[in-house]
């Protein structure tokens, strides 16, 4: 990371810091107008206190876009893009960095649920593994998925439109169109409709 992307980084903090703290509606309407230029793109959203974005020029967020309470955004070395009503719940996370994420528009996802977009690489015995960097990969949500409290998504995986994840799974794959999946790693449980 170069000395400017890190200055950069600072800077997002320091605005973070100044405005991520108010409460209520006016919290949200200030972050709205004063975040809203730092993002890559970013329709009207809303954006709860305590909210943490690292990486604005990295993220496009659709219109109607929902940021609860102690949720993240991580993308300095990586891109997240949220459609239109993306709903991220309390103290959820989306971490892109050196990865891509993707998001389609209608996806509720719920409390405490995590999506990573790489994975550490461990291979070398002589280096650190917190030394040895990433694996670059992918993660795809297509729309209408509700993905419930408590969920990971790890690298590599492609949730279908209309799925549903149940509480507590982990997502390491393709979940198909229309089911929805459960447990570690996740499986289809059933059939939608």
């Known amino acids: 990371m170069t000395v400017t992307e890190r200055m950069l980084l600072q800077w997002e903090e320091c605005w973070r810091c100044l405005w ?4 209520g509606g006016l919290g ?3 972050r709205m107008l004063l975040y809203r230029h730092l993002f890559a793109g970013a329709g009207p959203f809303r954006s709860g206190v305590g909210v943490v974005v690292q990486g604005f020029r990295h993220i496009r967020l659709g219109r109607g876009v929902g940021l609860n309470r102690y949720s993240s955004l991580y993308a300095a070395r990586g891109k997240i893009s949220l459609g239109d009503n993306v709903f991220l719940g309390d103290f959820s996370s989306v971490n892109a960095n050196d990865a891509e994420i993707s ?7 719920g409390p405490m649920s995590l999506i990573q977009g790489a994975n550490h690489t461990f291979d070398r015995l002589d280096i650190p593994i917190v030394r040895q960097g990433h694996q670059p990969s992918r993660v795809i949500i297509e729309d209408d998925v509700w993905i419930a409290a408590h969920c990971v998504i790890l690298p590599g995986a492609h949730i279908r ?20 999946v459960g447990g570690v790693p996740a499986k289809v449980l059933r059939h939608r409709g």
Do not use: D, R
């Open 161 to 180: 439109s209309g799925a549903v994840v149940a509480a507590g799974a982990v997502v390491t794959g393709e979940v198909p169109e229309n089911t929805v």
């Open 103 to 109: 998001i389609g528009s209608n996806v509720a996802i």
């Open 20 to 23: 991520g703290w108010i409460p």
């Open 28 to 30: 949200s309407l200030l």
